[in-house]
Every structure is written in C-alpha cells, then in structure tokens.
C-alpha cells in the first residue's frame, strides 16, 4: 500500500493555481486542492492525507473525509510539520510505503529519518497535471468512441439521463 501525506497550506503557497486564490479566498484555495487531490487518489488509488495547520486555532484536532480523502486539522499549539512526523509513524510499516508532500526542506529530513519518503510540491504538481492530462486524454477518446444515438435527444434530456447513469437523480 502506498500513502501521501500533504502538507496543504505548503502545497497552496507554492501551486501558482493556489497561491493566486489563498490571498483573496484561502477556503477556496484549500477545496481545489482537496479536488486536486481526490482525482489524483481516484487515477492512483493511494491513501492521501491532507494535512492542514491550525496552530492559531483554539480547539481539537478536527478530521474528516472529503471526497474521500482524509482531510486533517491540526490541534491547537500543533503545526502541520509534527501532526505529519505523527502519521509517517502510525502508518509506516512493511507493507506500507509512505511519502510526505511537503517542500519544507527541514521537514523533508525529519521525515527521511522516519522512513518516508519526500515529494516536493513540485513534483506533486507535476504529476497531478500528467493525470489530469491523462484523464482528459481518456475522455476525449471515450467521445469520440461512444456510439451516436439514432434517436435525436435535446441537450436537457441527455443531461437527465447522464445524471441517472451516474445516479445522481
């Protein structure tokens, strides 16, 4: 089994995308990356952890899943650096291969002694683009495969029916 950790805010200040919308709209910001990173679980089916700094925050750890990611905030007094260095721990193992996305340069050592591995904000961003490339690439070659329907559909009945195959209702 493969694991990334991510270190949210560092992806945000470093991704071009993230770093124009954290000034204005850091919520923003922070669901684009969750998305990001749904699509590059769904294309690898690597556990992805988010973890996002609540240093300043007054109150507890809050987890939850979004779109099937594990999205974290740390407690109060906690950085995201030392809530990571907590999960390499309770996640690496034999099995388990675990890399930390993160281009805190201090960071990417703590974690080498841990046993993870490192992807830089950089190379991470790089192959979410490639898989986004890659799936838009699958996309295109299902359309242009997919049978024409004989019988002509307005565009609202085909959205109708898109939303019932998917089952979105």
């Known amino acids: 089994m493969i694991v990334l950790v991510v270190d949210g805010y560092n992806m945000i200040g470093d991704w071009p995308e993230l770093k124009v919308l954290k000034d204005y709209q850091l919520e923003e910001a922070r669901n684009r990356?969750?998305?990001?990173?749904?699509?590059?679980?769904?294309?690898?089916?690597?556990r992805v952890i988010v973890v996002f700094d609540a240093y300043d925050v007054k109150g507890t750890e809050k987890k939850r899943e979004e779109h099937r990611l594990e999205v974290i905030f740390t407690k109060e007094n906690e950085t995201a650096d030392e809530r990571i260095e907590k999960l390499v721990k309770e996640v690496k193992n034999v099995q388990t291969k675990v890399y930390v996305a993160t281009s805190d340069f201090a960071e990417q050592w703590t974690i080498f002694s841990k046993?993870?591995?490192?992807?830089?904000?950089?190379?991470?961003?790089?192959?979410?683009?490639?898989?986004?490339?890659?799936?838009q690439e699958s996309v295109e070659e299902h359309h242009t495969l997919q049978p024409k329907s004989k019988?002509?559909?307005?565009d609202d009945v085909l959205k109708y029916f898109e939303k019932w195959r998917r089952g979105d209702k």
């Open 115 to 135: 046993g993870a591995l490192r992807k830089s904000a950089r190379e991470l961003l790089l192959e979410v683009r490639e898989i986004e490339s890659e799936i």
């Open 33 to 46: 990356l969750i998305e990001m990173l749904a699509e590059y679980k769904a294309y690898t089916g690597y």
């Open 151 to 154: 019988i002509p559909l307005s």
